[in-house]
């Protein structure tokens, strides 16, 4: 069946009987308990059985013959047979819009001349006629077989000139209904927060992100300030959700993608299935588990052996300068912070290296260049092997660019013979420098005005009293870019067997100082490295790349900026203090360009493969 909204209009259209007949006799189902898939015929308009919107079948309606019951004795003055013949009139009429045509020229209304009851809302008095005989309403209720709205909704509809048409079904509104203007209101402050991409998740969805301190409450407050008269904050959410494909945060890759898809299949799988789903999530996890006690080793045997150093890394959120209390910042795009911490196991210290992301991003080579510039400032001396440990939320920790600047560490320093870069289960990572950061978050919770790198620093420097952190301000002349490395070694996809290597699914690389041009790469601490020779030519003609050249600045004349974001840096400017307002006059000479920030502080370019891609389970 079709909608009421559209009934008006089929029956206009269908305006020839012999076509609606043609349809009729097309559409008498052979069970008229069962819904039949028939054309959309409405077959109500002429009193006939029809099936619902949702299946179910209505009868048409009947005569009713009882007396009205009332001291003139109405139906007694018509016949049975002269209200049927009213009734079949009325109900064979053929439309909505018919019927409603019909009761005003059976009823005749007048306003009222007395009122006898108090707080009266009668407003007009009404005479009823059946066959040009005067007849009480309950008589013409009966007759025809209707309701009282019935007949207030067809004289409303004349009183007021409206369209007769049928309005049933139609979504129209009362009095609360929000306006277009309102509708448009909502959309315009929505769209004037701003907005940052996801490398992460581009393939996957095309979500744009909110800042990461904002959620809907917030963002219904600041619309609540700016607006009287505001929404509901149900009708705000309605078309935050429906108009807008928007998130609150960067979606959390920290979750293990093995354990998800385990719970997922463990309740539908029987049998042999459920058993060697079992087996095999028992087997990751025992691989998870050794690969954090193996860490725990390391970072116990750095305090024992001086010619060892075990070291983890992973980079802490991201902070926004200025950090201010008032909610104009939650309009504005602020200047991104990045911190990447490195914890050293031989004294348990914790070091913090922190730039501005005009000078960097946060991608495989600024992570790189932080433990370039740790292990020439701050190893402690005679090292002869280094464990690097890190988390595998993303592959930049893993990729051919990392192995190339750990390979320019190990032959650009005296004394380290080899490097073991060992990378933790995703969704199973427990590094120190978590607990680090989460020092650095609470001191953070009772600062609400910080303008440059250097108040960051100073809170950073006075988390503990004792054991304090120590933190290194970069510049954008301390970041390498490893193309020249690149471009004198081949990345090759097999190892010397030529088998297939698979860097997402590697959990540890040995570098050798011995053996310049050779990885070698394990998917289990236990298994069998292999071998990959990255050096250039075939046999007899391999070329060995030079791992202890001079790296090229990675942004020499700094990481452009967004020109929005630009523009909204300067607009905040007023809100900054006089001693604070001259490290912002590098803006007036970083260069922009019109692009989405991106929400992990990545460049245009993604140069590592996403883990959300390890789809090996």
């Not at 001349?113 to 006629?129: G, L, Q």
């Not at 369209?163 to 929505?190: H, M, W």
């Not at 910080?450 to 120590?470: A, G, W």
């Not at 690389?509 to 075939?538: N, T, W, Y």
Request: net charge positive; hydrophobic share 30%; aromatic share 10%.
């Amino acid at each position: 069946m079709l909608p009421y909204k559209s009934r008006g209009q089929l029956l206009v259209s269908l305006a020839n009987s012999n076509l609606k007949e043609g349809f009729n006799k097309n559409i008498q189902p052979d069970n008229p308990n069962k819904p039949q898939e028939v054309p959309a015929v409405l077959y109500d308009d002429n009193n006939q059985d029809y099936f619902s919107a949702k299946g179910k079948k209505v009868c048409a309606m009947e005569f009713n013959s009882s007396d009205c019951r009332c001291p003139l004795k109405c139906t007694e003055k018509l016949t049975i047979d002269q209200r049927k013949k009213e009734f079949d009139k009325f109900w064979n009429s053929g439309s909505y819009e018919a019927r409603c045509a019909i009761l005003p020229g059976s009823i005749t209304e007048t306003k009222k001349k007395r009122s006898y009851a108090v707080n009266s809302k009668r407003v007009f008095t009404r005479r009823y006629k059946l066959c040009n005989t005067s007849v009480c309403k309950k008589a013409f209720l009966i007759t025809l077989g209707i309701s009282q709205s019935r007949i207030d909704v067809a004289l409303n509809k004349l009183r007021e000139q409206a369209s007769i048409s049928d309005k049933r079904g139609v979504k129209s509104g009362g009095r609360n209904a929000i306006t277009d203007e309102k509708l448009q209101q909502i959309k315009k402050f929505i769209e004037s927060l701003p907005k940052y991409s996801s490398h992460y998740c581009k393939d996957s969805t095309s979500a744009i992100f909110l800042a990461p301190n904002l959620n809907l409450t917030i963002i219904y407050d600041l619309y609540k300030e700016k607006y009287e008269n505001p929404v509901s904050f149900s009708r705000f959410r309605l078309s935050f959700y429906k108009d807008f494909n928007l998130r609150f945060k960067k979606p959390q890759k920290d979750t293990c993608l093995r354990c998800d898809l385990y719970k997922a299949n463990k309740s539908v799988a029987t049998g042999e299935q459920l058993l060697s789903l079992e087996n095999e999530h028992k087997d990751h996890l025992n691989h998870a588990y050794k690969l954090r006690d193996q860490m725990k080793k390391d970072l116990t045997a750095a305090k024992t052996n001086a010619s060892l150093e075990t070291l983890t890394f992973d980079l802490e959120k991201t902070h926004c300068l200025p950090r201010l209390p008032t909610s104009i910042v939650y309009y504005k795009r602020q200047l991104n912070l990045y911190n990447l911490g490195i914890h050293c196991g031989s004294n348990g210290k914790g070091f913090f290296n922190i730039w501005l992301e005009h000078e960097a991003g946060r991608g495989t080579q600024e992570v790189g260049s932080c433990l370039k510039k740790f292990i020439s400032e701050h190893l402690k001396p005679g090292v002869t092997e280094l464990i690097l440990w890190a988390d595998s939320c993303g592959g930049q920790n893993r990729s051919i660019k990392m192995v190339l600047m750990i390979l320019h560490i190990l032959h650009g320093h005296p004394t380290i013979q080899k490097i073991t870069m060992r990378f933790l289960q995703p969704g199973h990572t427990y590094l120190p420098n978590d607990s680090e950061f989460g020092d650095v978050e609470c001191a953070l919770k009772s600062q609400i005005r910080l303008y440059t790198p250097e108040d960051y620093i100073s809170v950073m420097q006075n988390c503990h009293r004792k054991n304090k952190f120590v933190v290194t301000r970069l510049k954008k002349e301390d970041f390498k870019s490893v193309t020249p490395l690149q471009n004198s070694i081949t990345n090759r996809k097999t190892d010397l067997d030529k088998q297939k290597i698979s860097w997402l699914s590697t959990f540890e690389i040995e570098l050798r100082r011995d053996e310049p041009s050779k990885l070698f790469m394990k998917s289990k601490l236990e298994e069998e490295a292999q071998v990959i020779d990255i050096s250039k030519g075939g046999k007899g003609r391999k070329q060995k790349p030079n791992f202890a050249l001079n790296l090229p600045t990675l942004y020499p004349n700094g990481r452009e900026l967004s020109a929005a974001k630009i523009q909204d840096l300067k607009e905040l400017f007023k809100l900054i203090p006089a001693d604070a307002q001259s490290f912002y006059s590098f803006l007036k000479n970083v260069p922009s360009r019109d692009f989405v920030d991106d929400a992990d502080g990545l460049s245009n370019f993604i140069d590592f493969d996403i883990e959300e891609n390890f789809m090996e389970y």
